[in-house]
């Protein structure tokens, strides 16, 4: 799914798991982070749409980079 996030803001997602992934990789193993790569916040949750609505709730107009902890996979929206 392509959203509206830009490359810069997508990159400065990645960096922030990266600098994370050491903590919550094993603290959170299987969970899902979502990252708003504008505050640099971050949000954790055993379930996708739990961590969005938490995300949504703080920021309601932004875009979130969300990434399955402890997977390669990643997800915008």
């Known amino acids: 799914m392509d959203l509206d996030l830009s490359p810069k803001q997508i990159a400065e ?16 193993p299987g969970q899902f982070i979502v990252i708003d790569p504008i505050s640099k916040e971050y949000w954790i949750a055993p379930f996708l749409a739990d961590a969005f609505r938490i995300a949504k709730n703080a920021y309601p107009e932004r875009l979130f980079y969300s990434f399955k902890i402890g997977s390669e996979s990643t997800m915008r929206g």
């Not at 997602?13 to 959170?28: C, G, S, W």
């Open 13 to 28: 997602a990645n960096e922030q798991y990266q600098r994370l992934k050491p903590t919550v990789e094993v603290k959170y």
